[in-house]
């Protein structure tokens, strides 16, 4: 009987990585890092994506912000997808566009991102790819 229920636990842990995927994407630009994770599942995609920034300025003080989005997001076309976000305490909603290629990805977000990350700690990549990590 326990061998039955440790086989049963191997094949159902063996089946469920057959079906899903996680990619890893990584941009240090300056003072900020950006980190997209992707996952795939039976044809369903989560984006989660944070950005931190820190920079120390001669007598500014210092500088610092950390953002992070996630959710459910569509394939709009050839290695794209769009993922949008419903802000709770506006009307608006944030929409992340991505960009894949076989060795990263570039973000780009509307103007209501703002809500979840400001000025600095933008979302968007600026043309940049992030490096995807094997």
């Not at 049963?8 to 079906?19: C, K, M, R, Y």
């Not at 009307?91 to 600095?120: H, T, W």
């Amino acid at each position: 009987m326990r061998k039955n229920l440790f086989l049963s636990t191997i094949a159902l842990l063996i089946s469920g990585n057959v079906f899903a995927a996680t990619d890893h994407y990584v941009l240090r630009d300056g003072n900020a890092v950006r980190h997209l994770k992707i996952t795939q599942t039976d044809g369903k995609y989560t984006v989660s994506t944070d950005v931190d920034f820190e920079s120390i300025a001669k007598g500014a003080g210092s500088d610092r912000c950390s953002a992070a989005i996630s959710g459910e997001a569509k394939s709009t076309g050839k290695n794209e997808l769009v993922m949008k976000k419903h802000a709770e305490s506006e009307a608006s909603y944030c929409e992340l566009k991505i960009q894949l290629s076989p060795n990263g990805a570039r973000m780009e977000q509307s103007k209501d991102c703002g809500n979840f990350a400001v000025d600095k700690c933008s979302f968007s990549s600026g043309g940049k790819e992030l490096i995807r990590i094997k």
